[in-house]
């Protein structure tokens, strides 16, 4: 069989850990006997970024913006325990992924992989729910006070002309906590273009939802920066037959949980943060999570939600064979493969990336699956474990036969 054909590398961001191993046998078993890959390969394995002082991830978020698709594997952040595990590390380096999200501008898309043998825990859910978080800014980048005695805050922006604005935050007559927080009118809008176009390409209603009638100023922002953005994306709407619909959380909290899915919600920082659990936990799992991100100018970056799974890795470096689940890898592949295939013009790659997920679904539907998946599959759904070498085996054999 002929290999397909690719005419631009893809910008490939190897990881650390159990990750790292599924990814070469991702790219061994179901990527390289069928398609004549190109990648910019950036090891961002963490003693690389130790030995480039982190500049391999600096180069490789700019070659993304170069080629405009990526896929990347998960990676260690380092804390305090990292350093002490990995004692040559110069230095605590920052999340790649953080590093990565602020050279592209980018935000988060997470949606979960369903199938029929897993039901997610909310009913009458039947299509994934997409969630878009804003990665900037609010409580994230705020500053907090505590203070003892009674008295008065008061909040003052100084303007560079000189103009200043001030405000009384509260007057207090005993001890308090405080916390000053911000956003910036040009993260928002990135915000805003960067999920109309995610919902124009994923052909998907969007939902933003915000708590503007209490916080009228900031929150009133977020509400008309969208309004404003989306009416350069209303035509491309009515066209798709898709709608943009914005409430308050609150009524969107509720309306989530009622509705069958299908959709973005698209949430601020901490919205996002929270609700984010919430629904993967609900659809089952977070080895059944992806995550995209999307900057404004159309740039894309796949991966999966979930870390590096270090408990398997090192059963693995004990040489026990482990049944990590490969799904949400093997589908960060096969979505920027696909992207990769929309951009050039190649119809067969954007198709080998579809029939990729389609023999995923065919293998857990034949009741294949790792682990963690046959703990959560519906009474009566006869399913075996596998381990990983054996599922992307499984999914191999049946990938050849679907493309021959
Ligand atoms: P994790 O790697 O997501 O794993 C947490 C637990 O979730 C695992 O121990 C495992 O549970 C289960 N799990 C996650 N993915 C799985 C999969 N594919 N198959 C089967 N089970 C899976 O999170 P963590 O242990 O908190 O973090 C490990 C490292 O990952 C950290 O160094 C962190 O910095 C990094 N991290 C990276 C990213 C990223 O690059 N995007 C994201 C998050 C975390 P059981 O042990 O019960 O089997
Ligand atoms: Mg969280």
């Known amino acids: 069989m002929e290999k397909i054909k690719m005419t631009t590398p893809l910008v490939e961001m190897d990881g650390d850990e159990m990750t790292r191993i599924l990814w070469a046998m991702i790219k ?7 398609v004549d890959l190109k990648t910019e390969y950036y090891d961002l394995g963490l003693l ?3 030995e480039t002082k ?3 991830t600096v180069d490789a978020a700019n070659a993304t913006k170069k080629y405009g698709v990526a896929v990347k594997c998960a990676t260690i952040t380092p804390n305090h325990q990292r350093m002490e595990e990995y004692p040559q590390l110069t230095e605590m380096w920052k999340s790649p992924n953080g590093t990565i999200r602020s050279i592209l501008d980018g935000t988060v898309f997470r949606a979960p992989i369903c ?12 299509k994934p729910i997409t ?11 705020a500053v907090d006070l505590e203070t003892t005695e009674p008295g008065t805050a008061t909040l003052t922006f100084k303007g560079v002309s000189g103009e200043e604005k001030t405000v009384t935050v509260q007057k207090v007559d005993g001890p308090a906590v405080w916390q000053g927080a911000h956003n910036k009118e040009a993260s928002i809008r990135s915000f805003a273009k960067a999920c109309f176009q995610y919902a124009v390409d994923t052909k998907q209603d969007l939902w933003f939802s915000t708590k503007d009638t209490i916080a009228k100023v900031y929150d009133g922002a977020f509400k008309r920066i969208f309004e404003e953005e989306f009416e350069s994306y209303k035509a491309k709407f009515d066209e798709l037959g898709i709608t943009y619909f914005y409430t308050l959380i609150d009524d969107a909290v509720a309306r989530v949980i009622r509705s ?4 973005i919600w698209a949430c601020k920082n901490y919205d996002g943060d929270v609700m984010s659990d919430m629904v993967s936990t609900a659809f089952g799992s977070l080895a059944m999570m992806t995550s995209v991100l999307v900057a404004p100018d159309g ?3 796949y991966e999966a939600a979930h870390g590096t799974v270090t408990r398997h890795y090192y059963k693995y470096l004990k040489g026990e064979k482990t049944s990590t689940n490969p799904i949400a890898t093997i589908f960060a592949w096969s979505g920027a493969l696909k992207k990769r295939g929309q951009l050039d013009g190649l119809s067969d790659l954007e198709a080998f990336g579809g029939k990729l997920e389609e023999t995923c679904f065919d293998t857990l539907n034949d009741g294949i699956m ?3 998946l046959v703990g959560l599959v519906e009474p009566g759904f006869k399913a075996t474990a596998v381990t990983s070498e054996e599922f992307l085996d499984a999914i191999a054999e049946r990938l050849a036969a679907k493309l021959a």
């Open 28 to 34: 061994d078993k179901l990527i390289l006997p069928f």
């Open 48 to 50: 690389y970024r130790n």
């Open 54 to 56: 982190d500049q391999v």
């Open 115 to 126: 199938i029929d043998a897993v039901k997610p825990v909310v009913k009458n859910w039947k």
């Open 131 to 141: 969630i878009a978080r804003h990665a900037y800014g609010d409580v994230y980048k």
């Open 260 to 263: 069958e899915g299908g959709y």
């Open 299 to 301: 740039t894309t970056e």
């Open 370 to 372: 790792t682990k963690d």
